[in-house]
């Protein structure tokens, strides 16, 4: 490995209109060495492979059983050790994580589940949110060391969406989401962005397509890079790409330095 790594994450909501609109040319500018794509809505075999130039030694998909829903996809340089989809936490097999494991670092590719259906679907993303704590609490006792990135579908904080008090009551910013992630922050996970940026305001990863919300910044952020407390140190920067365009969210990335 070498001794700086970038990651980016970016929920796509759909590859192939993303490929269509030709919007992950960047890629062969930035060069991250590793890509954690969310929501590609596409099985493998339908992915467009004139996405970008550059080549990844590992590519890893995880599609839905239903099709042109939710799957997710890591781009990486770096071989991996292991893999894995877990189904034991994505029971309903809608493709929402994918585990890479790099020596003892464990990178996770999560699209968490949307609870705005219903009451029942809350509990299902509140159940998931418990299970997948539980499993890399399991693993950093076995010595690893976690990341954690994608679409948690929950901002955290007031200052982490443009009209908090108007959205209290909505599944995204239920104060049982963001209970769960006080729990993940009490836990000793660290939020990237807030940890290099600080208190820095208006700064989104998701805008709603109507009333012009993006070009008002009338956002949430809800897309984030969590790591375990020991590599905060090796933390370089955090960022949020809200000038690349092609879907409702934009990239987040972290450059750690292993």
């Known amino acids: 490995m070498s001794d700086s790594i970038e990651i980016i994450s970016w929920n796509v909501n759909g590859i192939r209109a993303v490929g269509n609109k030709e919007a992950l040319k960047w890629i062969d500018e930035r060069q991250p060495n590793i890509l954690c794509l969310q929501e590609i809505k596409a099985l ?31 781009w990486s340089e770096i ?7 877990c189904e034991h936490i ?12 790099y020596d003892e670092l464990v990178l996770f590719n999560v699209y968490f589940p949307n609870g705005q259906k219903d009451e ?7 159940k998931f949110y418990d299970d997948f704590l ?32 108007a959205n209290s009551k909505k599944s995204g910013f ?12 009490d836990y000793g996970y660290i939020d990237t962005f807030r940890y290099v940026h600080g208190d820095a305001i ?10 012009n919300a993006r070009t008002n910044n009338v956002g949430w952020r809800i897309d984030y890079f969590f790591v375990s ?10 960022f949020i790409l809200d000038e690349i365009t092609g879907s409702d969210h934009c990239p987040v990335g972290i450059r750690l330095n292993i």
């Not at 493709?95 to 890479?100: A, F, L, M, P, Q």
């Open 44 to 74: 493998q075999e339908q992915i467009p492979e004139d996405l970008f130039a550059k080549e990844y030694q590992d590519i890893i998909v995880n599609s839905a059983t239903k099709k042109g829903y939710s799957g997710t996809m890591t």
């Open 79 to 85: 071989q991996n050790d292991y893999s894995s989809i």
């Open 90 to 101: 994505d029971t309903t097999k809608e493709g929402r994580i994918i585990e890479t494991h």
């Open 120 to 126: 029942n679907r809350l509990a299902y993303k509140m």
């Open 134 to 165: 539980n499993y890399c609490e399991k693993l950093k006792k076995d010595g690893k060391s976690i990341i954690i990135c994608g679409d948690v579908n929950t901002a955290h904080k007031e200052i982490d969406l443009k009209h908090p008090k």
């Open 174 to 185: 239920l104060p049982i989401e963001r209970e769960w992630m006080d729990k993940l922050v």
């Open 202 to 211: 208006e700064k989104y990863s998701w805008w709603s397509y109507r009333a």
């Open 229 to 238: 407390e020991e590599l905060a140190e090796n933390l370089e920067d955090a």
